[in-house]
């Protein structure tokens, strides 16, 4: 009795979730999911006070986070802002700039080149609030097959490379960020896989930029010498 909503949630924690939107996946050669997984790191800002904040994924499925933000005495609302360098590593610095590695020829190189973004929301005391990630980076997948279907599998398939620029700068607002990008055109080493009813597979994350015009794939396929 006599106790007020805001007093009663004074040192309460912050309830957030993550969900990933518009993208495809980055720890998965065949793009099909958004999965967060259990330890995956987030930095969450907190808006109140200006201060960073490491959150980690405890459960995949819903994309649950532990933190250490409590409600205080400054209000029922927070605008809070999260990112997250592909889940591995927790930083303070929300990135102005972004870069890709040449050789992305392991599956673990997929995690490490994304960046993922929550824009500014705002949570309320009370209610669980879910962050909003986008990838950053594009994913480019793509599949070589024979036209005819002659061709079943290619013996050598060698010197594979993608040619964009992979460096950028952001520019946040909105919901999503704004890229430009700079330097020269270098080669990625894609990541190479297999999948049914194709002679093979190659996946990149590349600083997203218009490539019309622009040579971008190179490879060389040998079959039967």
């Known amino acids: 009795d006599g106790?007020?909503?805001?007093?009663?949630?004074?040192?309460?924690?912050?309830?957030?979730?993550?969900?990933?939107?518009?993208?495809?996946?980055?720890r998965s050669t065949t793009a099909s999911d958004n999965a967060w997984t259990v330890g995956d790191i987030v930095t969450v800002l907190d808006g109140s006070d200006n201060t960073k904040h490491r959150y980690t994924i405890t459960n995949a499925s819903t994309g649950a986070l532990d933190g250490d933000i409590v409600w205080g005495d400054e209000g029922t609302t927070k605008t809070v802002t999260a990112w997250s360098y592909g889940g591995g590593t927790y930083t303070t610095t929300l990135p102005a700039s972004w870069s890709v590695a040449t050789d992305q020829s392991q599956a673990s190189y997929m995690q490490t080149n994304d960046f993922l973004y929550s824009p500014a929301l705002t949570a309320t005391v009370g209610t669980p609030t879910t962050l909003t990630f986008a990838h950053e980076t594009s994913m480019i997948f793509i599949r070589l097959k024979s036209s005819d279907g002659s061709v079943t599998s290619a013996s050598d398939v060698t010197s594979v490379s993608l040619k964009a620029a992979n460096v950028g700068t952001f520019s946040y607002s909105g919901s999503s960020a704004s890229w430009s990008v700079s330097g020269d055109k270098v080669g990625i080493t894609p990541l190479t896989g297999s999948l049914g009813g194709y002679l093979a597979t190659f996946t990149a994350l590349i600083i997203p930029q218009d490539m019309s015009g622009n040579e971008f794939l190179q490879f060389i396929a040998t079959y039967n010498g």
């Open 3 to 26: 106790v007020t909503y805001g007093d009663a949630q004074d040192g309460s924690p912050l309830e957030l979730k993550a969900a990933v939107v518009s993208g495809l996946a980055t």
